[in-house]
């Protein structure tokens, strides 16, 4: 008989899930929501391949940097394995981040697309509603596949960390990375660049799942690739339908703050 931990976090994902087909409905798939379209321009990136690997570099070696200075500055606490990898994580996403803002603010001045907080909660509020039922039906079928095929299904080593963290500081570090700091970090690599270059060299579906199944592949779980791709597209599609990245850091980190939520409310749902 499944444990009241685990009726409330199926409740939970079932009523997200079914207002997630209503929003998608009423904001993408009806006629009225169809013509009614964002006036914003679709977010294109016309610029030389050169400047594209420079971005590609300096992030990278943002990274680099973050987690060599993360290194120098930890060792000396005698942090445990789960907390040098979590604060190690978290300086390479800010690294890579730095590498950005020397990119955008030093080397190239331009936009990548409207924030708008206000717009940005509302649509992103939506965006995350959408991603639900998608990504869950997705799941459903691919782990069947994976069952047939004869693959293990394993979660994601993070989320294993997250279940068995070892002090109420690093279960809260582990929240804020993958709420605030990884939505931000990815999606400025993924959506504002990789998939937003894209969309000026590649066909439109090729835009779209190049960086979403790179994205899928950044998780190192076979289990949740197909999830984790599909995810990618909705927030590529978000973010060309409105031109706001705020719009997808926003739906990111509410993905993650909701799968961080029943992980801890019931920790079999991330087996």
Known sequence: ??????????????????????????????PAARAN?????????????????????????????????????????????????????AAFEFGMLGGIA??????RHESW????????????????????????????????????AGLPVERQDMIG?????????????????ACVTAPIAEEMIFRAGIFRYARTRLPRWAALLVPACLFAALHQNLASFAQLAVLGVVFSLAYERTGRIGTA????GLFNAHTALLVLLDPSSAN
């Open 113 to 148: 697309g409207t924030f708008a907080p206000m717009k940005a909660l509302v649509s992103g509020l939506a965006t995350f509603l959408i991603a639900v039922p998608l990504v869950d039906f997705t799941g459903l079928v691919w782990q069947y596949l994976m069952t047939l």
């Open 249 to 252: 850091i926003v739906a990111h």
């Open 37 to 89: 379209r964002s006036t914003e321009p679709a977010p294109v990136w016309e610029a030389p391949v050169s400047d594209f690997l420079l971005f590609l570099w300096l992030l990278i070696t943002g990274g680099i940097l973050g987690q060599f200075a993360a290194a120098a500055l930890f060792r000396p606490l005698g942090l445990s394995s789960d907390g040098q990898l979590i604060f190690g994580n």
């Open 1 to 30: 008989m499944p444990s009241q931990a685990t009726i409330i976090a199926n409740a939970i994902e079932l009523s997200l899930a079914f207002i997630g087909i209503v929003v998608l409905w009423r904001w993408v798939l009806r």
């Open 102 to 107: 020397v990119f955008r603010l030093g080397l």
């Open 161 to 177: 960390r997250l279940v068995n963290a070892e002090s109420h500081t690093l279960l809260i570090c582990m929240i804020l990375l």
